[in-house]
T-cell receptor, first 110, second 113 residues
Framework: GQQVMQIPQYQHVQEGEDFTTYCNSS?????IQWYKQRPGGHPVFLIQ?????EVKKQKRLTFQFGEAKKNSSLHITATQTTDVGTYFC??????????FGSGTQLTVLP | DGGITQSPKYLFRKEGQNVTLSCEQN?????MYWYRQDPGQGLRLIYY???????QKGDIAEGYSVSREKKESFPLTVTSAQKNPTAFYLC????????????FGNGTRLTVT
């Protein structure tokens, strides 16, 4: 079945450093979505990428969708303590459902 | 304010008992979902429904049951057949289907002893 792998599982950074999390799907995706879950909270939708090679920005966050539509990344520039949380990618594809990656837990040290 | 309401926030049950988790939405979304989240893991799909009176099994449906009698409501029953029921359960909805962004409730943390 469809699998979505996400790395790294954990990332500790100093405030001001950059952060990147990567997702890889075993199958071609129709779209990929990114979510953020704060500690003790629920996932909140960040963005959806649909087109091959698509790049979208939200302030300090940059999202990319690979040319083959099988991988994606989220890059945060100059992290802040408010960026703390777990970032999930979720791919929609042949399984006709949204498959979540295992998430990257980001810790930002002040 | 529109949103998804899950209740209760915390739930404690004895092994062997069935328990029903509530999920209500007032977003007028067609699709609703139940996910399970275990520590250090992603979200795994239990059941989903794209229309009233219809639902499909997700990846880990064994030991769970659902109903969708109203558009607004999608309760999940964790039966005694579920071997490891202790987890964080998240209900979500989307406008149409899995291609639409999900809106999540605050979750129910179930502990079975």
């Amino acid at each position: 079945g469809q699998q979505v792998m996400q790395i790294p599982q954990y990332q500790h950074v100093q405030e001001g450093e950059d952060f990147t999390t990567y997702c890889n799907s075993s199958t071609t995706l129709s779209n990929i979505q990114w979510y953020k879950q704060r500690p003790g909270g629920h996932p909140v939708f960040l963005i959806q990428l649909v087109k091959s090679g698509e790049v979208k920005k939200q302030k300090r966050l940059t999202f990319q969708f690979g040319e083959a539509k099988k991988n994606s990344s989220l890059h945060i520039t100059a992290t802040q303590t408010t960026d703390v949380g777990t970032y999930f990618c979720a791919g929609a594809g042949s399984a006709r459902q949204l498959t979540f990656g295992s998430g990257t837990q980001l810790t930002v040290l002040p | 304010d529109g949103g998804i309401t899950q209740s209760p926030k915390y739930l404690f049950r004895k092994e062997g008992q069935n328990v029903t988790l509530s999920c209500e939405q007032n977003l007028n979304h067609d699709a609703m979902y139940w996910y399970r989240q275990d520590p250090g893991q992603g979200l795994r799909l239990i059941y989903y429904s794209q229309i009233v009176n219809d639902f499909q099994k997700g990846d880990i449906a064994e030991g769970y049951s659902v109903s969708r009698e109203k558009k607004e409501s999608f309760p999940l029953t964790v039966t005694s057949a579920q071997k490891n029921p202790t987890a964080f359960y998240l209900c979500a909805s989307s406008i149409q289907d899995y291609n639409s962004p999900l809106h999540f409730g605050n979750g129910t943390r179930l502990t079975v002893t």
